[in-house]
């Protein structure tokens, strides 16, 4: 069984990996399927999911930052709602420390840092006191220019090194070893070759010390493996996410909430039940 400690609560699964399922509250976000508000993270529960990662920003490549303020006007409201209806564990896709105080003052559990606590110097510190679950993930440059340099001469090393550091500044604002999980950042700078070893690698990063989440769904890797568009990336999305599960990954961040769910059970079955 799989647990994981977040502010005020603690979660567990019988599944091989927890699923996260994806809710946009964007105009922009890369698959039009994942925007939506608390209608989508209802279904998404009903679905079977372990929690719900609320983004009220596009970090998807080629995007451009929005401010505090409209992030806020996104997502609050929907955490709100949640929490009319559900306990689940919300996650919250965000940089910005004021969007994620007034997240947890809505009822976030959760925080889902695509700049592992680098773009805002008071975030770490908020993180620590509220007791939060905190994802450090790699990436390098911004969203906007990220795919432009996707060179590495040893990736493994290369993100392994960045995330290390990383939680040891989170460690140093406070955050309990117990609420951290890496992510290595799929797509956000990194050619195929780099991604597919990082799948493969993803839980020996920091010594298999912390969870991994890994987040593929409909990935453009997912696109140039199979030759798919979005729409029609899901079938080898579930490959992808049973394989980096058997490769060490503790957390799933999807889409399609219910195959995933299937996929997990599945997996359970023949790998870990026989």
Known sequence: MKSLSLAGKTIKTDRPAFVMGIVNATPDSFWKESRGTEERALRLIDEGADIIDLGGESTRP????????????????????????????????????????????????????????????????????????????????LPSTMQQNTAYHDVFGEVNAFLEERVSYALACGISADRIILDPGIGFGKDRAANATLIRRCGSLCGGAYPVLMALSRKTLIGEITGRNVNDRMSGTLVANVLSVLHGASLLRVHDVKETVDAMAVLSEIEYNG
């Open 62 to 141: 080629g995007s451009d930052y929005v401010d505090a303020e409209e992030e806020i006007r996104r997502i609050v409201p929907v955490i709100q709602e949640i929490r009319r209806h559900s306990d689940i564990v919300i996650s919250v896709d965000t940089r910005k420390k004021s969007v994620m105080q007034a997240a947890v003052e809505a009822g976030a559990d959760m925080l889902n840092d695509v700049s592992a606590l680098e773009d805002d110097a008071e975030l770490g510190r908020f993180a620590a006191q509220s007791g939060i679950g905190v994802v450090l993930m790699h990436k390098r440059g």
